[in-house]
């Protein structure tokens, strides 16, 4: 099986062929970087409306 950019992909995604290295980035699914992302953008967003109502409150 090829991608679209033409770069070969293993059958077997949990067979690790000996020689065969994969980063570290592409073991973690793709979803928890954007939950990650996600998570982030919620705590800074809630972060900046407490510190804006503390001081319209003050």
Do not use: K, N
């Amino acid at each position: 099986m090829t991608q679209p950019h033409g770069q070969q992909i293993p059958a077997d995604p949990d067979c690790v062929c000996p020689g065969e290295q994969w980063p570290q980035a592409e073991r973690r699914p793709r979803a928890w970087r954007e939950y990650g992302t996600l998570l982030m953008a919620i705590v800074g967003l809630t972060l900046s409306l407490t510190t804006f109502l503390a001081t319209a409150l003050r």
